[in-house]
């Protein structure tokens, strides 16, 4: 058995030097370990630190010096328009759902809960196959993810509600401290 070519490094917003090209949805653009192929047959071994979030034109950086390119491939969405988009976009992002944010549309990953909700609110959906790129965090980079709302009460007795779901954030309550 042949040993696979091996990446440990992504290298970021490579133009030059590529040698191959790799095709991976939105989903598939977050690993840390994993046998992938090019769009040429090559198979290859993905075997990061830690998990990692991999932007289209990102290259993986194989240990024989071989750059193969990082390309959003085409997947299903949803497509949403209406007109009162920013409505829909504070929803959708109150539900920490990823969404690439457009002038005229929003694009979102289908989930039927969402669809449901952004139907009632009035919008327009329509699924389309084409490659997805979300927002990055609250910085511009990566993924987002669940946040907490940890609060400190000012004495040092500090709550920690941390969570990742679909949620208000209607949490009044009140303590008594001694």
Same mark, same amino acid.
């Given at each position: 058995? =042949? ?7 992504? %290298?970021? %917003? ?10 991976? =949805?939105? /989903?598939?653009?977050?690993? $840390? $370990?994993? @046998?992938?192929? =090019? ?5 290859? !071994?993905?075997?990061? /630190? ?15 010096? %071989? ?15 209406? +007109?009162?988009?920013? $409505? ?6 109150? %539900? ?14 289908? +989930?039927? @809960?969402? /669809?449901?909700?952004? @139907?009632? !609110?009035?919008?327009?959906? =329509? ?7 979300? /927002? ?26 941390? *969570?990742?779901?679909? *949620?208000? *954030? ?9």
């Amino acid at each position: 058995m =042949t040993a696979l070519p091996l990446c440990q490094f992504i %290298r970021p %917003r490579e133009g030059h030097g590529l040698t191959d090209r790799c095709h991976l =949805t939105y /989903e598939d653009r977050f690993l $840390r $370990r994993k @046998v992938l192929t =090019t769009e040429a047959g090559l198979s290859f !071994l993905v075997d990061l /630190e830690g998990a990692t979030h991999l932007n289209d034109g990102d290259a993986f950086a194989l240990d024989d010096g %071989r750059l193969i390119s990082i390309t959003a491939a085409p997947e299903d969405l949803m497509q949403v328009t209406g +007109d009162d988009l920013l $409505r829909f976009a504070w929803h959708i992002g109150n %539900r920490h759902t990823p969404c690439q944010v457009e002038t005229a549309r929003l694009l979102i990953s289908r +989930d039927h @809960v969402i /669809e449901a909700m952004l @139907v009632q !609110l009035g919008a327009e959906l =329509t699924i389309v196959n084409e490659p997805f790129l979300p /927002e990055g965090g609250a910085y511009g980079l990566g993924r987002t993810f669940g946040h907490d709302h940890g609060h400190d009460h000012g004495d040092g007795h500090i709550h920690d509600q941390g *969570h990742n779901h679909t *949620h208000d *954030h209607s949490n009044s309550h009140s303590h008594d401290h001694d």
